[in-house]
């Protein structure tokens, strides 16, 4: 289904764009001094079952070619990762000098080919000497390294680059405990290091976000968070509380710490219910005061839908439980996941919801009056090479263009959007299913355990992206 002639509500600017991160497509995990991460031992860890982060899809050997098939595709932004363990392999030692050449060439090769670079600092990869030094975002020492790692950063690559983020998807990486290297069996240690972990990542950020502000003259930064947007059961008054309470515990907190330099009232509540307060230092209220993020980068991939989870004998308030995974948790007092009904899902279980993104947006842009940017957006599928070169992804196209039209109507409404820069370019690394699990718009020749040949194909949707590009929307 092709539909011509739409209205087009998208700017002139509009930045059209794609993403990716370092640990999911670079592969040279071990090349050019590079040290390892979070990500690559907890690959390593999985590499029985699906690839790991060795290889990947080799982008640290095919960047060249990878960005000029960015600019055949018409991209005016390329939102990716720099690896802090390529920069600073043990996370607070020795700059490597190595790897800051190895972005340059790809910052210039980009900005040859007229693609804006838009760089996410920190994605997931945290270097794996600080976990062992300091059990990583626990201790006020992650927060130095990752203070000095980014003021590196903007240093070497500032004179090019004034798009930044700071963390990727802080208020979901949190949850998940292999991704900050949590792994005690206790239940309330496991979340008393996620508060303490957690607060240490938001005095990073703001760090980050006045660094970059005095660096960089017209530098420009801001968090990528994973958006939440939560329906109700039902309409009973307490199921619509826990569908607002849901999508404030997952991702509004985190950008009101950002935005107002504190805890909202009901998080602080949390905390001290759980009694896993953070250690907090005098001199950390003039750190986060007047850290001013200058647009808010949204992801967003599906819908949830809860109801009221009421405490009983055994499970005080505040406890988390996992009926799902660790990021669709609940809590006793506030919320229960269900599924809902009324959506269809991907074959890996996100509901799939275009409305929703239109919701989200159009409510973070009325309470924080910001420009937005949607960072990452996409359909993880099981896709097939044909014999004869094709992909053909129409489910892929299908969502993709819902989603542009969400984007389009939520314009339409009064947000100011600056761009989509869906999830992702090539196909990545997915950390628990693989390359089983393909997101791109072009196609990676390998298995999970066979490299094969990695060479790059373009799927249905590169050429229909590309006409998207093309036509600013107006052809979907």
């Not at 947007?229 to 509004?252: G, I, Q, S």
């Not at 055994?314 to 229960?336: K, L, W």
């Amino acid at each position: 289904m092709h539909m011509k002639g739409t209205k087009s509500n998208f700017p002139k600017d509009f930045l059209w764009g794609a993403s990716s991160s370092a640990f999911q497509i670079e592969g040279g995990w071990d090349e050019g001094g590079k040290g390892p991460t979070v990500a690559d031992v907890n690959s390593f860890k999985r590499s029985e079952i699906q690839a790991d982060s060795k290889v990947a899809s080799d982008f640290y050997h095919h960047w060249e070619e990878d960005i000029w098939l960015m600019k055949e595709l018409g991209m005016k932004i390329y939102r990716f990762s720099i690896a802090w363990a390529r920069i600073v392999p043990d996370g607070d030692g020795e700059v490597n000098q190595e790897g800051i050449d190895f972005y340059n060439k790809v910052i210039d090769c980009l900005l040859e080919h007229g693609i804006e670079p838009f760089i996410t600092l920190y994605h997931f990869d945290l270097p794996y000497a600080l976990v062992e030094k300091y059990n990583g975002w626990e201790s006020r020492e992650c927060v130095k390294a990752f203070d000095r790692y980014a003021r590196i950063c903007f240093e070497a690559f500032g004179d090019r680059v004034t798009c930044w983020q700071v963390h990727n998807e802080q208020n979901l990486m949190v949850r998940v405990d292999e991704r900050v290297n949590i792994t005690t069996d206790d239940a309330w240690e496991a979340d008393r290091q996620r508060a303490q972990m957690d607060y240490h990542m938001f005095l990073a950020h703001a760090l980050a976000v006045k660094a970059c502000h005095s660096i960089i003259p017209n530098g420009k930064i801001g968090p990528a968070v994973s958006s939440t947007c939560t329906y109700p059961e039902t309409n009973k008054p307490e199921d619509v509380w826990a569908a607002r309470m849901n999508d404030w515990f997952k991702t509004d907190y985190c950008l009101d710490m950002h935005y107002y330099g504190r805890y909202p009232g009901y998080y602080m509540r949390y905390l001290e219910e759980r009694n896993i307060v953070p250690v907090m230092e005098p001199e950390d209220e003039e750190i986060l005061k007047g850290a001013d993020m200058d647009f808010i980068a949204v992801n967003y991939y599906r819908t949830i839908c809860v109801r009221h989870l009421p405490v009983d004998e055994t499970h005080p308030v505040g406890e988390r439980a996992y009926p799902i995974n660790e990021v669709d948790f609940d809590m006793y007092g506030y919320f229960h996941h269900i599924k809902n009904e009324n959506l269809a899902a991907s074959e890996y279980g996100a509901q799939i919801d275009p409305l929703g993104l239109r919701t989200v947006l159009n409510s973070y842009h009325q309470k924080y009056h910001l420009p937005l940017i949607i960072t990452e957006n996409g359909l993880g599928a099981a896709d097939t090479l044909t014999e004869d070169e094709k992909v053909h992804d129409e489910y892929r196209i299908s969502y993709l263009r819902a989603h542009i039209q969400a984007i389009s109507q939520a314009i339409e409404d009064g947000v100011q959007v600056m761009g989509y820069s869906p999830w992702s370019f090539i196909d990545i690394l997915s950390s628990h299913q693989g390359f089983r699990k393909r997101y791109g718009f072009v196609y990676v020749n390998r298995e999970d355990h066979d490299v094969k040949d990695l060479r790059r194909v373009k799927k249905d949707s590169y050429f229909w992206y590309k006409r998207v590009i093309e036509t600013n929307g107006e052809e979907l």
